[in-house]
């Protein structure tokens, strides 16, 4: 497990961008919430499937119900850290239409988040998703972390029956990038408290 960093209380939403039941990046966040430092919480956001298409004639009360519950969960959050296949050289298309329901309005938003990712594809594969992210994040006004942004290939076969990554590097990696974000959360309080 990862050392105390100061930072009470903090919380850190993983979010996966596949629909694919034991998929890889489900595996990468099953696992970083395994490696959560000691003072923070980790939640696995479960919704993807159930959001509605983006228009914005429904972005307005009430929310469509699966929307409610996504934003409910960003505004928890105090970060948030994303892994996701590429699909057709981009982001898959139901986790391009999350990203879309996070933007605009301060509601739930990413705007000013603290976020990270982790691109478990071997080979230096699904750049153009993480770029595509990098672009939709930026646009968001998300706070991009890039510490907290890491690639580690993940093979099929250190992934474990319990679903969990049995692997010292991924560990390393992963468990560097929540530090990371932890840390970027308690210097965001400082400068809060600052002004």
Known sequence: MADKISSPGCSI?????????????????QTARTLIPANAEASIYAGLSDLPHFNPDLDRDP????VGRLRAELRR????????????????????????????????????????WVNPSAHGGAQGAYDALHTVLTMAGADIWPPACVA??????????????????????????????????????????AL
């Open 13 to 29: 939403l993983l979010i996966g961008g596949s629909l694919r039941t034991n998929s890889v990046n489900a595996a990468v966040l």
């Open 63 to 66: 929310l469509p119900e699966a």
């Open 77 to 116: 959050a105090d970060a948030v850290l994303f892994s996701t296949p590429e699909y057709a050289g981009s982001l898959p298309g139901s986790f391009k239409n999350l990203l879309d329901w996070t933007i605009g309005g301060a509601d739930g938003s990413l705007h000013r988040v603290p976020v990270g």
């Open 152 to 193: 580690v290939p993940v093979p099929r076969d250190v992934i474990g029956a319990d679903g969990l990554i049995a692997d010292a590097v991924f560990t390393n990696v992963v468990g560097g990038a929540l530090k990371a974000l932890v840390a970027r959360i308690a210097e965001r309080r400082r400068e809060s408290k």
